[in-house]
């Protein structure tokens, strides 16, 4: 059901790939709600997706841009005011990728080039954003910021390897430029810390089914989905949360505050008992 809480709102929404991407179902969600707004991703990805799509559906144009790049960006900004006609309300940060998770290089064999590519891409590239934004003028007062993080940033998840610096740094970038933006030009700026998802990025993280599966058990009100996540990107965007910012907001069904919880050891139990005496293989890192 369509509120129309963005009806009349202008955005830029980076990082849908395909119908599983949380970007994708964002726009659709922005457009229900009678956003208009323009899609950016990368030439590889536009090659490779379906963002053609999604646009048609969305009556939105497409800017490519790699977010590592600040004329990109500059282009992606100039652009999108001059096929909106004006500044933007809303921009959407929906990117991430690492090659060390890619290479399978383990966080204790890290490639230190492929470091610097993940936090550029899922972290620096949001700073990139909100320079290229602020230096521009190119968001409304109260406009809204909104990026998606994990919470591998705060606690260990075996597994996510360097996304989990990424996704420190990529908060307190919110925290930092919120300040600024807030500050200046009442723009807020956010992360949201979303529950595993199975998209294309999401199925790169070892373990994913498994993880899941545990977040699920742990979590009073089950595992968030992308549409619950683009559901909570509206109202980020929207004019109901007006003095939200520099948070990194958990959507995680309760996952962020649970110990553990009566489903999750029901399964650890059963595991136990099959397992005792058994001598597992272990991946240490
Ligand atoms: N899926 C999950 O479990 C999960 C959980 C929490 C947070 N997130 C975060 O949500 C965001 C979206 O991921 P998703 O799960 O929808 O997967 P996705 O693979 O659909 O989206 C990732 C996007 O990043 C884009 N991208 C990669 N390199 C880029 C670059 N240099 N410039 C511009 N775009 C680039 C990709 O083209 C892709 O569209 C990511 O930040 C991810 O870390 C995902």
């Keep these: 059901m369509a509120y129309n809480l963005l009806k009349g709102k202008k955005g830029i929404i980076f990082g849908a790939l395909d119908s599983k991407s949380i970007a994708w179902k964002v726009a659709e969600m922005a457009y229900a709600e009678g956003a208009t707004f323009t899609l950016s991703n990368t030439e590889t990805a536009l090659r490779f997706g379906e963002l053609d799509q999604l646009a048609e559906k969305c009556h939105a144009e497409i800017i490519p841009a790699d977010a590592t790049n600040v004329d990109d960006l ?170 939200v910012t520099m948070q990194n907001l958990y959507h995680d069904g309760g996952f962020s505050s649970m110990g553990m919880s009566l489903k999750a050891m029901a399964m650890y139990n059963k595991s136990l008992e099959i397992d005792m005496g058994l001598d597992l293989p272990l991946d240490l890192d």
């Design 74 to 243: 500059l282009n992606v900004f100039e652009k999108s005011m001059e096929i909106l006609g004006g500044k933007v309300d809303f921009v959407l940060h929906s990117i991430g990728m690492s090659l060390n998770v890619r290479k399978k290089r383990v966080y204790s064999d890290l490639n230190y080039q492929f470091l610097n590519k993940t936090l550029d891409i899922s972290a620096i590239s949001f700073h990139k954003m909100l320079q290229v934004a602020y230096k521009l003028d190119a968001i409304n007062e109260w406009g809204s910021v909104v990026a998606l993080s994990y919470i591998a940033a705060q606690r260990v998840l075996y597994g996510y390897n360097d996304m989990a610096d990424a996704k420190s740094l990529l908060e307190s970038i919110a925290r930092s430029f919120g300040y600024i933006y807030g500050r200046d030009r009442k723009v807020r700026v956010n992360t949201i810390s979303q529950s595993p998802t199975i998209t294309t990025a999401g199925s790169g993280v070892k373990g994913i089914n498994g993880l899941i599966d545990f977040t699920e058990r742990m979590s009073p009100l089950g595992n968030a989905d992308a549409e619950d996540c683009a559901n909570y990107c509206v109202a980020l965007f929207s004019d109901i949360t007006r003095k």
